[in-house]
């Protein structure tokens, strides 16, 4: 697949997916419309922004592409106005709503993260933290203005930068091995995703720290 | 009146309104004086500064106009040990004055913002919102740091973004039909503040949600 | 001394004390490793990251020494998964720890900042302030995403901004007398640390603010 294309479509999927994470949060916590635009342009640009501001990497993408501000605004006003739109979205539990729009993000935010740190000629390691970096900023934005602990940083929590950092080593390997970015940058998100998600259901999560008097 | 002018009049005045906005609530919290130096610093500098960073615009203003940093300082030290200074201020409400200060300081940055953004040739719309963000990323900074929700994401608020975001189409509907920028500006400031004021004093709000199970 | 080689050093030890009460902290919340190792990146590339950004200095310092995150993953490893590791920071009480690794991250730190920005023209009295900015961010972070209120903004608080500061004035005064990099260097931090000592061991604070009402 040609990987202009391939970028192009994870980065419209990752921005209305974040969006509709940050806009089903703020419904969540009574802000008002154009608070939840806010709080869904956080959810989708932070990450982004926070990468190209560290790399110097302008224009921004939202400001190249404007229409992805426009979306954000369209996905917030469907989901505040219109009882029909978005159904799909309304038919599950709030809580596992949010966290799957959040782990699909989060995955393909992380590819796109590391795959641009390494065109910026960031070295391996370092590229995968602006990876994670990339897929989790724009969550703990979120969740930091609807004022939530952010996920990240839960005591004893489900995997979530770990997933992230799973995805960017994978994602570094497969690059090293000889796949092509588009090959690389699928199996980093979809690792990332799936780890996020098997940790989830099952309860999946670090071992906990050794004890301190031992 | 000059264009140049103007802007460092309303560049001067949303200074010292947002550093006041910041010292007030800070010394609310009981905060040292260095901290409300710092909080004011946050408040005064945060919008602009985040403006610049993303624009790539430098130096940073307050960096060129080093007498900025020193004005906020003078404020924190007149409002912590003068009792007699700052007489206006200290004789209202707290609460509605630094509502006052932080709507009038809204107004500004966010003109401020929006123009800026135009002369960098961002898209009309993204203009829009960074006249939104200059205007209330210094006031999130300083709720965030004095551990309130931000005004613009409390549950059901009065309009805050909300105004700077029509205060922001205003301005650029004014230059399209042919203003001049110091009437753009004027005009979006004005909006802005007008907006916020009246939706404080008579209550004014989005209508809420329509709600998920219809 | 060498300024570089000094440089360097001050670097390398602000680090590993800034990522080691990061990681200290964030296992006091029962934070996970991968948690825990981005609470330390926050707190040891927080304050030199929004410097470096503010003054469009590149490549950011822990993009260039791409060590410098895997000294930060390796020391928490050790300390969440090494028991008999890192001794020396087990035997003390974990409040007076966490407070002492931060105090000399804030001097080293402040040092580095005020110093990269007089080399970049800043004026004087805006480099102390890059000082602070530099010494105080990674620890605001680290508070904010474990949930604290920064040490920053505590009400009557001892002297922390007020202390790198003090070592800014320091740094500035030494250097207009003559002195060499290095010197001032040191003497900024030394300042810094002390009064940050001092204050919490002595419980050394700034004069409340006069009465509002008099």
Redesign the interface.
């Known amino acids: 697949m040609n990987a202009e294309l391939l970028r192009r479509t994870f980065e419209v999927l990752a921005v209305c997916f974040a969006a509709l994470s940050g806009i089903v949060d703020?419904?969540r916590?009574?802000?008002?419309?154009?608070?939840a635009?806010?709080?869904g342009?956080l959810t989708a640009f932070g990450g982004g922004?926070l990468r190209d501001?560290?790399l110097?990497r302008?224009p921004?993408f939202?400001?190249e592409r404007?229409e992805y501000?426009?979306v954000v605004l369209a996905l917030a006003v469907l989901?505040?106005?219109?009882?029909?739109a978005l159904r799909p979205l309304?038919e599950r539990p709030i809580q596992r709503l949010a966290e799957g729009l959040d782990a699909v993000a989060l995955g393909l935010f992380g590819a796109l993260g590391t795959q641009v740190a390494i065109d910026f000629a960031?070295?391996p390691?370092?590229a995968v933290?602006f990876g994670?970096m990339t897929g989790?900023f724009g969550g703990?934005l979120r969740d930091?203005?609807?004022?939530e602990?952010?996920m990240?940083?839960?005591?004893?929590?489900h995997?979530?930068?770990?997933a992230a950092?799973l995805g960017g080593l994978v994602h570094i390997g497969a690059l090293h091995f000889g796949a092509s970015v588009s090959t690389a940058s699928g199996l980093s998100a979809a690792t990332t995703i799936f780890v996020r998600l098997v940790s989830l259901r099952f309860d999946v999560?670090?071992?906990?720290?050794?004890?301190?008097d031992?």
Do not use: C
């Open positions: 703020a419904r916590k009574n802000t008002d419309l154009v608070g635009f806010v709080v342009l922004t501001v560290l110097e302008r921004l939202w400001v404007s501000p426009l989901y505040y106005y219109a009882p029909k309304r960031v070295p390691f370092v933290l994670v989790t703990v930091v203005v609807i004022n602990v952010p990240l940083f839960r005591p004893v929590g995997l979530y930068a770990t950092f999560k670090l071992p906990p720290a050794s004890p301190v031992e």
